[in-house]
C-alpha cells in the first residue's frame, strides 16, 4: 500500500512539474490587462507583469530587467503602441519565438475616437450618453458620421486606448487571450476555456453592480485629470464634461490652466478629479475659488497590487470614488 501510494504521489508530482514545465512564459505591458490574463491563467502559471508599481504606461521607460523577461517570453500581451510607446521598439526586436498580441485589435473589442480640446467643448449632454452622441464636436474637431465599430482597425493615432475600461470590452480581451494561451498551449486549452467562463460571469455580475453604484449620481457634471474615461462614461453614463490635460504626456501650460479654472465655473462642475501617478497641485489651482471638490481616479491601477482580482478593485475603485465625491 505505502509503495502504491508512494507512486501515485510520485506520478502526481511529475504530472504537475510536466505541467508547469509546459505551461508558456507569458509577459503582460500593464496591471489592468495582466489581471485578466492572470485569471485566465489561474491555476496553471502567473504571467510576467513589466509596469510594476505606480508607474504610468505614458510615461514609463524600459529597464534591462523589461528586456530580459521580454527576451525570454513565449507569449507577449500589450494593448498597442497608442498606450505603451515605451513597448514598440523592444517588441519590434522580439525573437520571433514569441508570439505577441496587439489586444486592442481583439476581435470585438470596440474603440472610441480620441476626443480633442480637453473634452469641454461642444458637449450635448440632453440624453444619458453625454458627449457620446454621433456628431458632437470638440472645438471644431467633429465625429459626426464615425461608427466607434470602424476603428477597430489598425488606426494608431485616432482612438482611445484606455479600452480596459469597459467590462464589455474587457470580456472581449479576456476572449482573446484565452484564444491565445490555448493555440500556443493546446494542453491546457480546457482549463482556459473554464476559467474564461468564470470570468465572464464575473464580468457580468461586476457591470451589474457597477451601474448600481453610479446611477443615482451618474447626471452630476465632473471634470477628469486626462481623458482616459470614455469607455467608462459610455457603459454606465457617466457626465464627465472635461479634462485638464488630454494627454498626461504633455502636462498643461498655465494658459490652459487658467482656461480649465474659468470654465469650470461656468460647467458648474461638481468634482473634479486627480490620479495617482500625477501631481496633484494642478487640480488644486485649477479649483481654487470654485465649489467643485476633489477626489482620486485611477485607471491604469497604479495604487493596486497585480494579480486577478486587480480588474474588479479598479473598476468599483472608480465606481465608488465617483459615488463618493458626487454624493457630498
Not at 172 to 187: M, R, Y
Amino acid at each position: 500500500m505505502r509503495k502504491t501510494l508512494f507512486a501515485l504521489s510520485l506520478l502526481a508530482t511529475t504530472a504537475m512539474a510536466h505541467s508547469a514545465q509546459a505551461a508558456p512564459d507569458v509577459v503582460v505591458s500593464i496591471k489592468p490587462i495582466h489581471s485578466l490574463v492572470a485569471s485566465v491563467m489561474k491555476g496553471i502559471a502567473e504571467p510576467q507583469l513589466i509596469l510594476k508599481g505606480a508607474g504610468s504606461p505614458h510615461t514609463y521607460q524600459m529597464k534591462p530587467a523589461d528586456a530580459q523577461l521580454l527576451q525570454n517570453a513565449d507569449l507577449v500581451f500589450w494593448v498597442g503602441p497608442e498606450l505603451e510607446k515605451f513597448l514598440e521598439k523592444p517588441i519590434e526586436s522580439l525573437s520571433k519565438n514569441a508570439k505577441v498580441v496587439e489586444l486592442e485589435d481583439a476581435p470585438g473589442v470596440v474603440k472610441l475616437p480620441l476626443r480633442e480640446g480637453g473634452a469641454f467643448e461642444g458637449h450635448d449632454h440632453g440624453d444619458e450618453d453625454h458627449a457620446h452622441e454621433e456628431g458632437h464636436s470638440h472645438e471644431g474637431h467633429s465625429h459626426e458620421g464615425h461608427n466607434h465599430d470602424d476603428h477597430a482597425g489598425h488606426d494608431h493615432g485616432e482612438h482611445d486606448a484606455h479600452v480596459w475600461l469597459s467590462t464589455d470590452n474587457a470580456k472581449a480581451l479576456a476572449k482573446a487571450i484565452a484564444a491565445s494561451l490555448s493555440e500556443t498551449d493546446p494542453a491546457n486549452a480546457p482549463r482556459y476555456a473554464a476559467n474564461l467562463a468564470a470570468l465572464d460571469d464575473r464580468l457580468d455580475a461586476l457591470a451589474t453592480e457597477l451601474k448600481t453604484t453610479v446611477d443615482p449620481v451618474k447626471d452630476k457634471p465632473v471634470v477628469v485629470f486626462h481623458d482616459a474615461y470614455q469607455y467608462f462614461e459610455k457603459q454606465f453614463g457617466i457626465r464627465v464634461v472635461g479634462s485638464i490635460t488630454v494627454s498626461p504626456e504633455s502636462l498643461p501650460g498655465a494658459a490652459r490652466i487658467s482656461e480649465i479654472h474659468d470654465k469650470l465655473k461656468s460647467l458648474e462642475a461638481a468634482c473634479v478629479f486627480a490620479e495617482p501617478q500625477f501631481e496633484p497641485k494642478l487640480v488644486n489651482v485649477v479649483i481654487e475659488g470654485t465649489s467643485a471638490r476633489t477626489g482620486t481616479l485611477d485607471p491604469e491601477a497604479a495604487t493596486l497590487t497585480e494579480g486577478p482580482d486587480l480588474y474588479f478593485q479598479l473598476m468599483r475603485g472608480i465606481s465608488g470614488s465617483l459615488k463618493d465625491c458626487l454624493s457630498q
